[in-house]
Each structure stands twice: as C-alpha cells, then as structure tokens.
C-alpha cells in the first residue's frame, strides 16, 4: 500500500500552466504506475493519463494530448502532472492513484486497477 498526496493545484486563467505533484510514501515507489484523474464539477472521474514505474512509457487521454506531461523522480517518490495551455474545461478536482505494475496499456484508465488514491487537488480554470 502507498499513501498519496497531491498539491500544486490552484486558480488559474485560461491559456495558463500549472504544475501538480503528488508525494507517495513506500520504500517500492518504482514498482507502481502512477495515474492521474479528474473529476470536474457534475461529472463522473476520467482518466488523464499514467506514467510507467521508470518513466519509460506514458499514456494520455485525447483531450489533454500535447498540453499536459506526466513525469516522475522516484529517488524522491514524486510524480508530476505539467499543465499547458489550461482551459476551462480542465477545471476539476485531480487525483494521482497508484496501481502495481507497469502494463500501462492494460485498461489505462480503468479505475479498479488502482489500488491507492490521494485526496485530490483542486484545479480552476478562470475564462
């Protein structure tokens, strides 16, 4: 198990970037993929993307394609989520979740395959 812990979230305007991280406990950190989530406001949670345990592999959804980058340190048990170009439609709450392996492309964005979750942060994207 791995306890996560996200910030970074904030207000933003339209055309801005913003930079998530998410701190992870656990002494196994590069042993999981690590996925980010949004939930925006009426909204079910989608998936936004997940990085492999070394980095080496990444996956996003279509929408979020060229802005945002998910990136990782495991000597400092962190992974980051770079957001370019926000726009209103990206405002939501965010999630990193952990999930054992590294098959990323094994239903990226099916949310049982997370095992641990953190407590969200909010992002909102002013017009």
């Known amino acids: 198990q791995v306890q ?21 406990s656990g002494r196994t950190f590069s042993s999981y993929a690590m996925g980010w989530f949004r ?41 980051y989520l770079r957001m370019n170009s926000l726009k209103p439609e990206d405002t939501a709450i965010y999630y990193c979740a952990a999930r054992v392996g590294n098959d990323v492309y094994d239903g990226p964005g099916q949310e049982s395959k997370y095992n641990d979750w953190g407590q969200g942060t909010q992002v909102t994207v002013s017009s």
């Open 4 to 24: 996560l812990v996200e910030s970074g979230g904030g207000l933003v305007q339209a055309g801005g970037s913003l930079r998530l991280s998410c701190a992870a």
């Open 39 to 79: 939930r925006a406001p009426g909204k079910e949670r989608e998936f936004v993307g997940v990085i492999s345990g070394n980095g080496g592999i990444t996956y996003y959804r279509d929408s979020v394609k060229g802005r945002f980058t998910i990136s990782r340190d495991n000597a400092k048990n962190a992974v």
